[in-house]
């Protein structure tokens, strides 16, 4: 841990800083793309990317039922932003390449800002129990799918201006003890983060803007199919990574390229100068590594 995370508040509530109504914030004019956006902590960051302003708010779901439901409530609740959506399955490469080729051709969209929340259920077995070909498919849908997701929005022909990559990780990627019965989960999250700060490291910031974070613990209709009730957890608002996803993909953030945080630390601390310098002084601070090393 560095010295400078001793000084970061936590939030788990919305606070001004992280605003989508705050002009440094502001969305005008952009097309964000949201995959794994019609529920949850998904649904929160397209609703807020809305509340930002947004030209355009495109979201890839599996399920047609459930994503029309939440384009259509969008819809309403803010009549001045276009809602789309599509089904997709984006661990399907040919879904996925069949999107990106219908905003390219068909329908021109212009991606400005990627948003990566879809994730694929792991097994519940240790490595050894569920085999190499069970393990190697959270590969193929938590790195190989999302990483396509990246290569195509990096290589838009109709962009060539700046570009946002939001990843929503976890914090198991550095606490490797909270859930050691779905290893899975925590290997391709961690390689993820891992291979998104090797992208920021030849793609500038100015080129595409690039984050992982943890988006907290959130109260979510898939944690109360598990079980958890509103009493169970001292819960995170949702709005705190939905809101941080909209600061993540702004300038204010650019100091955080190819890194990962936590969406409740507190900007304003962790922009602050002394924090800021003690990041920007350190090329592997808040990055995928070897703990004492």
């Not at 005008?28 to 809305?50: E, P």
């Not at 959270?138 to 190989?144: G, I, S, Y």
Request: glycine residues 6%; aromatic residues 10%; hydrophobic residues 40%.
């Amino acid at each position: 841990m560095f010295n400078g995370l001793s000084t970061i508040k936590i939030h788990n509530e919305p606070y001004e800083a992280i605003s989508p109504l705050r002009p440094e914030l502001s969305q005008k004019g952009k097309t964000v793309l949201v995959c794994g956006g019609s529920t949850g902590i998904g649904r929160a960051i397209a609703r807020n990317f809305c509340e930002a302003g947004a030209a355009k708010i495109v979201i890839l779901s599996r399920r047609s039922d459930i994503l029309q439901k939440t384009v259509s409530q969008l819809r309403e609740a803010h009549p001045e932003t276009e809602v789309v959506g599509h089904t997709c399955d984006i661990f399907n490469q040919a879904e996925s390449k069949a999107i990106w080729d219908k905003f390219e051709t068909d329908d021109p969209t212009a991606v400005d800002v990627l948003v990566l929340n879809a994730v694929h259920q792991p097994e519940m077995k240790p490595i050894l129990d569920q085999g190499t070909d069970r393990l190697w498919q959270d590969f193929e849908t938590n790195v190989r799918a999302p990483l396509y997701l990246v290569e195509r929005f990096y290589k838009q022909p109709n962009h060539t201006g700046q570009k946002y990559c939001v990843f929503v990780s976890t914090q198991c990627i550095h606490r490797w003890g909270l859930a050691p019965q779905m290893p899975g989960y925590q290997l391709t999250k961690s390689s993820f983060t891992c291979l998104l700060q090797e992208i920021a490291r030849d793609t500038p910031a100015e080129v595409m803007q690039t984050l992982s974070f943890h988006p907290s613990v959130v109260f979510t209709e898939a944690a109360a199919t598990a079980g958890y009730t509103k009493d169970t957890l001292p819960w995170t608002d949702e709005n705190i990574p939905g809101r941080f996803a909209v600061w993540a993909a702004s300038p204010e953030a650019r100091f955080l390229h190819g890194r990962f945080v936590w969406s409740n630390w507190d900007v304003a601390d962790l922009s602050s100068s002394a924090v800021k310098a003690e990041i920007e002084a350190d090329p592997w601070l808040l990055k995928v590594g070897v703990k004492g090393l």
